[in-house]
């Protein structure tokens, strides 16, 4: 028996990387999986390269299922509060009861924070901080009722330490930081623990989608930016960081709250 038997888990962004990662991570340990992303609609989300698409979104459905484990895939946008709560409320109505939110849909932009249009911040904002925010709103009351929840947000090792051409997105990412530690006061006496997770540098689509929108070698990031950034000169792989999205899913982590956990190859000691 796996370490999530019976739990429900609501996963954002969620169709391919690092979510898809979580997804199957929490699908080995015995959960159930609702995994929500963009589809097919809701292009204007895309920061300069591409987001998930339905049929990626289908695969990753049929991948959690292949592990012997039900799921769902829900297309939304995180910005969209309303698309957020139907998701929830056809998790519900799927399974009873939603244990688990990991509020992992992410996107990258870079360049000096003064020059970046309106229309960008809102976008890095609404999808990197609201749309964890509004992911929350939509899953908490359900805990609530349950009287039992597992919330999981995604920040960055930048939410811990300023880079440079990445102002936007550090803001955004202490702002999940905060958030997450405020609801883990909130939250405590429902039996709720609320905790972020920081990550340095991840072979991910968000990865690779910043060198590619901004026409960058990727091996030549990682040399020159960020490798150099970390104690321990060694990319991290999308396991590490579900290892530890699955950890405070679990048992183990049930007196872990208010926690923002740096699986960062020393990012955060230097």
Known sequence: MGRLEGKVAFVTGGARGMGRNHCLAL???GASVAIFDLGDGHRDAEPGYPLARQAELDAAVDAVRKLGHPAIGLAG????????DEAVATTVAEFG????????AGIAMMGPAWEMSRTEWDLLIGTN??????SCKATIPQMIKQQ???????SSATGYKAFDQLG???????????LGKVMALELAKHWITVNSICPGTVDSGASRGLAFRHQLDWDTMLETSFLPAQVVPALLTMDDISNGVVFLASDEARYLTGVALPIDAGVTTK
Not at 77 to 84: A, C, I, S, T, Y
Not at 97 to 104: F, G, K, P, Q, S
Not at 129 to 134: A, D, I, R, S
Not at 148 to 154: A, M, P, T
Request: hydrophobic share 50%; with cysteine; proline share 2%.
């Open 27 to 29: 699908a080995r340990e």
């Open 77 to 84: 946008d995180v910005r969209n509060q309303g698309e957020l």
């Open 97 to 104: 009861r939603v244990d688990i939110l990991v509020a992992n």
């Open 129 to 134: 901080l609201t749309g964890v925010w509004q």
């Open 148 to 154: 039992y929840g597992r919330v999981i947000l995604i």
């Open 168 to 178: 936007p997105y550090c803001a955004a990412k202490a702002g999940v930081i905060a």
